[in-house]
């Protein structure tokens, strides 16, 4: 989870176990997200953290939640007034669709990863790395 905020946004993870029925408490990490998030996404296999601001769509690095890049955004010339959505294009982990608020606002798709070398470590593996972390702190 990523909150919005212009200086303090953060990072947020949940409980390993997420039963039903049951309130369920997210515990801030040590890791600053950036300014203005309207919203995030990651790919299935874990490997592509996305957040999506006014400005730019940035990438996180999943081990440590630290930028690994950002990307401008079209803008206005593409149609978005006001970028609001972002999800990660099925099996590329590589490609983007945005969304802007407003009826009838376009999807555009971007390409954010050209040649880059995939992670080689699993979702799971990342997941479970976080999870070992908090409970030692």
Avoid at 29 to 57: I, R
Avoid at 70 to 76: D, Q, V, W, Y
Avoid at 109 to 133: C, H, Q
Wanted: charged letters at 20%; a negative charge; hydrophobic letters at 40%.
């Amino acid at each position: 989870l990523i909150s919005k905020g212009l200086t303090n946004a953060g990072v947020y993870a949940l409980p390993a176990e997420l039963g039903t029925g049951e309130t369920l408490v997210a515990q801030r990490l040590d890791a600053q997200a950036p300014a203005l998030v309207t919203d995030a996404a990651t790919s299935a296999d874990g490997s592509l953290v996305v957040a999506l601001t006014y400005l730019n769509v940035v990438e996180l690095d999943p081990a440590d939640w630290s930028v690994a890049g950002r990307h401008a955004l079209p803008g206005r010339q593409a149609g978005l007034q006001q970028p609001e959505s972002i999800t990660v294009v099925p099996r590329t982990s590589a490609d983007v669709v945005v969304g802007s608020e407003g009826a009838d606002s376009p999807l555009v798709r971007l390409t954010l990863r050209t040649g880059k070398a995939e992670n080689t470590d699993s979702f799971r593996d990342r997941w479970n790395r976080l999870i070992r972390t908090l409970k030692h702190e």
